[in-house]
């Protein structure tokens, strides 16, 4: 893949990402709005998600080692890494 259509992709999977979460924040405010605890904690976990994940994007070591957990599978996640990655 040129540097050109990686990049492209890269910005589609951070405007992915972006949107997925901003829909999480939606579904949050439309189910739990009446209950402030876990409203504002959910809210809260999805925003240090979102800081995160930009603070390690942006750090060169944390973004090798992420994709070495990731291509490893040593990411514990509730999908299957190695199916979504066989069809990436």
Not at 41 to 56: P, S
Not at 59 to 82: A, D, H
Request: aromatic share 10%.
């Amino acid at each position: 893949m040129n540097s050109s259509k990686t990049k492209e992709k890269a910005v589609r999977n951070f405007e992915n990402i972006k949107d997925a979460l901003k829909g999480l924040y939606d579904l949050l405010d439309l189910t739990l709005s009446d209950d402030k605890f876990y409203y504002e904690a959910g809210k809260d976990n999805i925003t240090a998600v979102y800081k995160n994940l930009i603070e390690l994007l942006l750090n060169e070591y944390g973004l090798r080692n992420l994709l070495k957990k990731i291509q490893n599978s040593e990411v514990e996640l509730n999908i299957v890494l190695n199916e979504y990655l066989a069809n990436a």
